[in-house]
């Protein structure tokens, strides 16, 4: 047997077991209400990454009514204890789970395969099943015109930028960032530090404090606490926010924000499991999906700041402006995408370098 026929017989059989899984959930979701579970890494607070998701939780409940019932677990580390949670709300009855960390991926693929009648969704990972989704927004898009921002406010040419993890989600976004940057402040560099933590304020107000130190007027982050914001508000720097609009935490520092939107998505997602016909599926949309916003502008802002990345996010949308397209220099000067390429997908994936503009090497 041939390699592709091998692969075509692989895929007949996910088909037909997506076909099981959808007929008894499809029963349950006709006689009572779908039971749905979300796993949150961080708290649900008021801002941040959790915060978006539970938003989007909160409107399928008044989208669906009494068709569905939500429930949530918060604060969930990565690891052994996630994979407790999900298992837990998997044996409770939840007909559909929504695991929202990458540290989630392995644990949700675990207990997909020991309840084949469950539907999974993971949020940012790339591990499927035929129980078991994945999805993901164009983070970058929205890093591209924040840093465009960056770029036309800091006056020292240094900006900080708080770090979670080193995994491809965040160096992209670190990446985006810097062309956004440096597409309006060419002088302009990022100097990154990590904190080992999606959500860890303390951690984060210290790294803030460092970057400070160095000479950075703006502060961004890959975080979930408001912490960098808070703090940038305290030393009177700059900041831009990320997942959620954070501008309460700090009024007068805080510029704009990438956001998140997850709500359609949600809407869909469940729709398809009450109508059975959910499959397993990986989504990756960006500004012109509406999965990626950016917060409002601080009055600080120049018109013609505002308007330039205005025009920037029309180009992205319509697919006229790609934040990879060529030519995209690394920190050492190596070209990595050629000019008139774009980065495909599948590398913008996998990607485990700095682009030029980044201070510094990436911790390995």
């Known amino acids: 047997m ?4 091998i692969v075509w017989r692989a ?69 052994a204890d996630a994979e407790r949670v999900i298992r837990e709300l998997a044996a409770s009855g939840h007909g559909l789970i929504f695991t929202t960390s990458f540290g989630y991926m392995n644990p949700t693929v675990k207990v997909a395969a020991t309840f084949p009648d469950t539907y999974f969704e993971h949020a940012t990972g790339y591990k499927r099943a035929a ?36 995994i491809p989600e965040v160096v992209r976004g670190i990446d985006a960032f810097t062309r956004g940057m440096r597409s309006v402040n060419p002088d302009a560099e990022v100097r990154v530090v990590w904190v080992s933590s999606w959500y860890d304020p303390g951690k984060e107000r210290e790294a803030t404090e460092t970057l400070i130190t160095q000479g950075a ?11 960098p914001v808070q703090t940038a508000e305290d030393r009177s720097v700059w900041a ?29 997602r469940v729709q398809a499991v009450l109508d059975g016909t959910w499959e397993s599926t990986h989504t990756w949309g960006g ?56 980065m495909s997908d599948d590398d913008m994936l996998r990607i485990d370098w700095y682009v030029e503009g980044v201070q510094g090497s990436l911790p390995q």
Do not use: C
Request: proline share 5%.
């Open 2 to 5: 041939n390699r592709r026929s």
């Open 11 to 79: 895929g007949l059989a996910l088909a037909a077991m997506a076909l099981v899984v959808a007929a008894p959930l499809a029963s349950r979701a006709a006689e009572e209400p779908l039971k749905i579970g979300f796993v949150y890494v961080s708290p649900v607070g008021d801002a941040g990454w959790t915060y978006q998701h539970d938003l989007a939780r909160k409107a399928l409940e008044e989208h669906f009514g009494d068709r569905i019932e939500t429930s949530f677990v918060e604060s969930v580390p990565e690891g």
């Open 131 to 166: 129980n078991l989704a994945t999805y993901l927004a164009r983070f970058y898009e929205g890093r591209y015109l924040a840093g465009m921002v960056a770029g036309g406010m800091t006056k020292s040419n240094i900006v900080g930028y708080v770090a979670a993890f080193p």
């Open 217 to 227: 007027d703006v502060i961004t982050q890959h975080t979930d606490s408001t912490a």
């Open 240 to 268: 831009i926010g990320y997942h959620s609009d954070m501008s309460k935490y700090g009024p007068t520092a805080h510029l704009t924000a990438s956001t998140h939107v997850w709500t359609d998505y949600y809407i869909r």
């Open 287 to 342: 500004i012109a999906e509406g999965m990626v916003e950016l917060a409002p502008f601080n009055d600080a802002v120049p018109e013609d700041l505002r308007q330039r990345v205005e025009e920037a996010k029309a180009k992205i949308a319509a697919g006229e402006l790609h934040p990879f397209a060529g030519p995209v220099r690394d920190n050492e000067g190596n070209i990595r995408v050629p000019e008139g390429d774009t």
